[in-house]
């Protein structure tokens, strides 16, 4: 397909994006892996429109009846300098937001922690370290009932250019669960208006058009927080069709991510909090198992084909485990559940860890397949083999020192070739083009601020 008027339709309306992932995510039946199919009830319903109307109206007119009763005419919201989108309370997502926003803080900028529902649970804890807050879900007490029906309106007319720019490239694609994300995206954009009047600074880690819209391309911060699916895999992806700064963890990754990005975007080295953290809480303590399993979110649901690669890895290493004597351990990630790890017979395996930190520290050797978790593996000074069969393109950044890439036959072999070499950890994360590991908090804030 040609993606150029796709391009410059987006240029128009960034909003229409929101259509355009959710045709994609449908035409390829991925739409249990969406973050949304849990945080947005009927998002994939044609009742999801009235409902969300009723609701927003009902948010509306609870804060149109607060204002005339407490008879206050003071400003219904103190716009931030720097807006933190939440949409996880993973330690691995939030601890890097914290530590930024606290060096802000200190600075005497206003912070706020824009939450997701999935995030919303920590809000008065981050409240009580100085930082405003608000959820998407209140923040829609802003939405007029006019606005409403422009957006539906807007909408409609979305949905229709879509069609006609695409060709038809989606036919088989629920026009539903589009109209739903492209509706929702508008009514996302309407509530920031009080957060937006002075063009904060917006930190986010998953770029979606109502980011774009709220700030210039100069003030808007994407940060790299998983491992990067080469550009073939992510020709849909935000990053692709709008301008921003990225973030990456270390060198290896620039020429990584460059075919994917936005001509206009610009790709800065950081390094991470979270991996100077790791890096910083290195110990000898002795492991808890030989093995862990750090399993993947859409593994098992993103197509048949990798389903059968995923079980022919777990098959191949449980067997080795076994035939050896091994202790396994297999860490589910976040939005993963157990399921399907029963069906195959695996359920024994399954560890619960308070962290993907905790998890790791406790094993002598990491495997996974694709996850980003590799990287902090390395972090940790834990040897971490992948079976990189996906077209991820992570194999693309080798060599990677403490990182060994093999195929599932191969896998018993090199677990025993790594338990009998060991690993230098110090060694690896000094030449280690992944990571870039300390100071990341002020590599970060020489970019996001003018006058640090």
């Known amino acids: 397909m040609d993606l150029d008027p796709i391009r410059r339709y987006l240029e128009e309306n ?6 355009l992932r959710a045709l994609d995510v449908s035409s390829k039946g991925r739409e249990q892996t969406v973050a ?5 009830p009927f998002i994939f319903s044609i009742a999801f429109v009235p409902l969300i109307v009723a609701y927003t109206v009902l948010k509306r007119t609870a804060y149109g009846l607060n204002r005339v009763l407490s008879r206050t005419d003071s400003p219904p919201i103190s716009p931030p300098d720097h807006v933190f989108v939440t949409t996880s309370t993973h330690e691995y997502r939030t601890y890097t937001f914290e530590e930024v926003g606290k060096r802000l803080l200190d600075k005497n900028k206003d912070v706020m922690f824009l939450c997701s529902p999935s995030a919303a649970d920590q809000m008065d804890d981050w409240q009580q370290n100085g930082f405003q807050t608000e959820s998407f879900r209140n923040l829609l007490r802003f939405v007029s009932v006019s606005e409403l029906f422009v957006n539906l309106v807007r909408s409609v007319i979305t949905m229709y250019k879509l069609r006609h720019i695409t060709s038809g490239e989606f036919q088989k694609s629920s026009q539903i669960y589009a109209f739903n994300s492209t509706f929702l995206e508008y009514i996302k954009y309407s509530s ?8 904060p600074v917006v930190h986010t880690y998953s770029l979606m058009p109502y980011q774009v819209r709220a700030t210039v391309p100069e003030r808007l911060y994407v940060y790299q927080h998983g491992a990067q699916r080469s550009p073939g895999e992510d020709a849909w992806a935000a990053i692709s069709f709008f301008p921003a700064t990225l973030l990456v963890w270390g060198e290896a990754w620039v020429e990584n991510f460059e075919p994917l990005l936005h001509p206009d975007t ?4 950081t390094g991470s909090p979270w991996h100077d953290y790791l890096s910083e809480s290195r110990d000898s303590t002795p492991p808890d198992w030989d093995i862990l399993f750090i399993g993947g979110s859409q593994a098992t649901t993103h197509s048949e084909k990798w389903e059968e690669l995923y079980e022919e890895l777990v098959a191949d290493l449980v067997q080795a485990c076994e035939d050896n004597g091994w202790s396994l351990a297999i860490k589910l990630h976040p939005i993963e559940n157990s399921d399907w790890y029963r069906e195959h017979g695996w359920e024994s395996y399954v560890v619960e860890f308070d962290s993907i930190r905790d998890a790791i520290k406790s094993a002598d050797i990491a495997v996974t397949h694709f996850s980003s978790a590799f990287v902090e593996s390395i972090a940790l000074g834990t ?4 079976n990189e069969v996906w077209s991820f393109g992570l194999s693309e950044l080798r060599p990677i020192s403490g990182a060994n890439f093999v195929d599932s036959d191969e896998l018993e072999q090199e677990i025993k070739r790594v338990r009998e070499l060991g690993l230098d950890s110090d060694n690896i994360l000094e030449n280690s083009r992944l990571l870039n590991v300390g100071e990341s908090v002020d590599r970060i804030l020489n970019i996001v601020v003018d006058d640090y």
Not at 14 to 19: C, E, F, I, V
Not at 36 to 40: A, G, P, Y
Not at 192 to 199: G, I, N, S, Y
């Open 14 to 19: 960034p909003t229409a994006y929101a259509g």
């Open 36 to 40: 949304e199919k849990d945080e947005v």
């Open 192 to 199: 920031l208006e009080p957060l937006v009047r002075d063009v």
């Open 266 to 269: 610009e790709v800065c080295v």
């Open 383 to 386: 040897p971490i083999i992948l």
